[in-house]
């Protein structure tokens, strides 16, 4: 089977992943070094030649990013082997284009065997196999800026790595996962694809003890001194080139050998972030209330009461439930929004509650949500409304309402009854007894 990026086929879109575009483009000199040297105050040059594009992030960060750097990313809690066998199997859609295989959990769990990390595909082609760790400053001193195809350091592959990498993402999300909103889809492969998650496979592999970079201890000493991020940019870089070069030198199997490993690689962090969801990895009928009791205002007086998971619909369904005239149910923030750091870098979490004003009450809490979304915390807030602490009075509510209803009807069927009789037209029937009876 060939590999679905061709030369003659297009790149998936980059839209979607624009928070992901590096600080620096690809320039003449490495992004980390500036044309010029920079000034001091005084009026000196300094005799530092790293550009530094940001200002530097607190301690704690600093001293993550200075870990991450020399041990790299802790492994996961349970093993590649038992993350794949958790992930939900791919259901490819009717339209999937037929080129494009799916590699089964049995499959993927074969190739990687007993071994602490998933293999490694190898590199088939001997002209491909140094230039994952090349830098265009180490290549040829014939290297001509015209000649891009001879091109054997890893900026040039990376550029391709990326685009295949994220086509792996969004295909295993996509398949596994197909039942989740598209803003969520597209944060989960966001988590997958970004540089520090790239770069810690980097580290994992000995990819970094690889590298051939000009002045590379130099930049991993800026980094420790002044958290420049520039080093885990590199260390991404190199895992899309490998990426690459492994699809590129088989033609027939590269690109299911490395969707495979992508797949054994991701599973743990996907089932992470998933259970941080409280979405199971196979999509779910019911959660138990303690799941929502973490939310609720005050403890739940019954456990073990079996809930809907969850329905992004809820607030629609409350509505119908209770929603009348001279009634009102708001929906507004009871704390602060947060943004999300480390895996859930870029995400926001909202935390809305839901009130309501009617049938005797003046704005009465009836449940309390949290989500990535304000929607999201508000479906939430609507679905803790119905099976969480206040459900009694959403029940009440909604029975008074249907007796409402069900009034309003008997005096329109009489209404039209009279009507009837008045103008001649009645057949013998009343409408509220023969409606009332279907």
Same mark, same amino acid.
């Given at each position: 089977?060939s590999?679905?990026?061709?030369?003659?086929?297009?790149?998936p879109?980059?839209?979607?992943?624009?928070?992901?575009?590096?600080?620096?483009?690809?320039?003449?000199?490495?992004?980390?070094?500036?044309g010029?040297r920079?000034?001091?105050?005084d009026?000196?040059?300094?005799?530092s030649?790293i550009?530094h594009d940001?200002m530097p992030e607190k301690h704690?960060n600093?001293?993550?990013?200075?870990?991450?750097?020399e041990n790299?990313?802790p492994?996961?809690?349970?093993?590649?082997?038992?993350?794949?066998?958790?992930?939900p199997t791919?259901i490819?859609?009717?339209s999937?284009v037929?080129?494009?295989c799916f590699?089964?959990?049995?499959?993927?769990?074969d190739?990687?065997?007993?071994?602490d990390?998933?293999?490694?595909?190898?590199i088939?082609?001997?002209?491909?196999?140094s230039?994952p760790?090349?830098?265009?400053?180490?290549?040829?001193?014939?290297?001509?800026?015209s000649?891009?195809v001879?091109?054997?350091?890893?900026?040039?592959?990376e550029?391709?790595?990326d685009a295949?990498i994220?086509?792996?993402?969004s295909?295993?999300?996509f398949?596994?996962?197909?039942?989740?909103?598209a803003?969520?889809?597209?944060?989960l492969?966001?988590?997958?694809?970004?540089?520090e998650t790239?770069?810690?496979?980097?580290l994992w592999y000995?990819?970094?003890k690889?590298l051939q =970079?000009?002045?590379?201890?130099?930049?991993k000493?800026?980094s420790?001194?002044k958290g420049?991020?520039?080093i885990?940019?590199?260390y991404?870089d190199?895992?899309?080139?490998?990426?690459?070069?492994?699809?590129l030198?088989?033609?027939?199997n590269?690109?299911?050998?490395?969707?495979?490993?992508?797949?054994?690689?991701?599973?743990?962090?996907?089932l992470? /972030?998933?259970?941080?969801?409280?979405?199971?990895?196979?999509?779910?009928?019911?959660v138990?209330t303690?799941?929502?009791?973490?939310?609720?205002p005050?403890?739940?007086s019954?456990a073990?009461?079996a809930?809907?998971g969850?329905?992004?619909d /809820?607030?629609?369904?409350l509505q119908k439930?209770?929603?009348?005239?001279?009634v009102r149910l708001?929906?507004?923030a009871?704390q602060?929004?947060i943004? =999300?750091?480390?895996?859930?870098l870029?995400q926001?979490k909202?935390f809305?509650a839901?009130?309501?004003t009617?049938?005797?009450y003046?704005?009465?809490?009836l449940g309390?949500?949290e989500g990535?979304?304000? =929607?999201?915390?508000?479906?939430?807030?609507?679905q803790q409304?119905?099976?969480?602490?206040?459900?009694?009075t959403v029940d009440?509510?909604?029975e008074i309402?249907?007796?409402?209803k069900?009034?309003a009807r008997?005096?329109r069927?009489?209404?039209?009854?009279r009507?009837?009789?008045?103008?001649?037209k009645?057949d013998g029937?009343?409408n509220?007894?023969?409606?009332?009876?279907k």
């Amino acid at each position: 089977m060939s590999h679905p990026l061709s030369e003659t086929q297009s790149f998936p879109s980059r839209t979607s992943s624009s928070s992901r575009k590096r600080h620096h483009e690809h320039t003449d000199r490495h992004p980390d070094f500036s044309g010029k040297r920079p000034r001091r105050e005084d009026g000196s040059m300094t005799s530092s030649r790293i550009k530094h594009d940001y200002m530097p992030e607190k301690h704690a960060n600093d001293k993550r990013l200075h870990e991450f750097i020399e041990n790299g990313p802790p492994k996961p809690s349970i093993s590649f082997e038992e993350a794949v066998k958790r992930l939900p199997t791919p259901i490819p859609s009717p339209s999937t284009v037929t080129t494009l295989c799916f590699s089964s959990n049995e499959a993927t769990v074969d190739a990687i065997s007993k071994q602490d990390l998933p293999p490694l595909p190898a590199i088939l082609s001997p002209h491909l196999a140094s230039a994952p760790f090349t830098h265009k400053s180490q290549a040829s001193a014939s290297h001509s800026r015209s000649v891009a195809v001879d091109d054997v350091s890893y900026e040039r592959l990376e550029f391709l790595g990326d685009a295949y990498i994220e086509l792996i993402a969004s295909r295993l999300i996509f398949h596994r996962y197909s039942w989740l909103p598209a803003g969520r889809q597209s944060q989960l492969r966001e988590l997958l694809v970004k540089n520090e998650t790239l770069a810690g496979y980097s580290l994992w592999y000995g990819f970094h003890k690889r590298l051939q =970079l000009h002045d590379l201890d130099r930049m991993k000493e800026g980094s420790k001194i002044k958290g420049n991020k520039g080093i885990i940019k590199i260390y991404g870089d190199v895992f899309e080139a490998y990426v690459a070069a492994v699809i590129l030198s088989d033609p027939h199997n590269g690109f299911a050998n490395a969707e495979q490993w992508l797949t054994a690689l991701w599973a743990a962090k996907v089932l992470d /972030a998933i259970d941080r969801d409280e979405v199971k990895a196979t999509r779910p009928s019911t959660v138990s209330t303690d799941a929502l009791a973490k939310q609720a205002p005050t403890p739940r007086s019954q456990a073990g009461d079996a809930v809907p998971g969850f329905d992004p619909d /809820a607030k629609v369904e409350l509505q119908k439930r209770i929603l009348a005239q001279d009634v009102r149910l708001d929906y507004q923030a009871f704390q602060s929004s947060i943004e =999300l750091k480390g895996d859930q870098l870029g995400q926001n979490k909202h935390f809305i509650a839901v009130y309501l004003t009617g049938y005797g009450y003046e704005k009465k809490e009836l449940g309390r949500g949290e989500g990535k979304s304000k =929607l999201e915390a508000g479906n939430r807030a609507a679905q803790q409304a119905m099976y969480g602490e206040s459900k009694a009075t959403v029940d009440e509510c909604a029975e008074i309402l249907l007796r409402k209803k069900e009034e309003a009807r008997l005096r329109r069927a009489a209404e039209n009854d009279r009507a009837r009789i008045e103008s001649g037209k009645w057949d013998g029937r009343m409408n509220g007894v023969a409606e009332g009876s279907k």
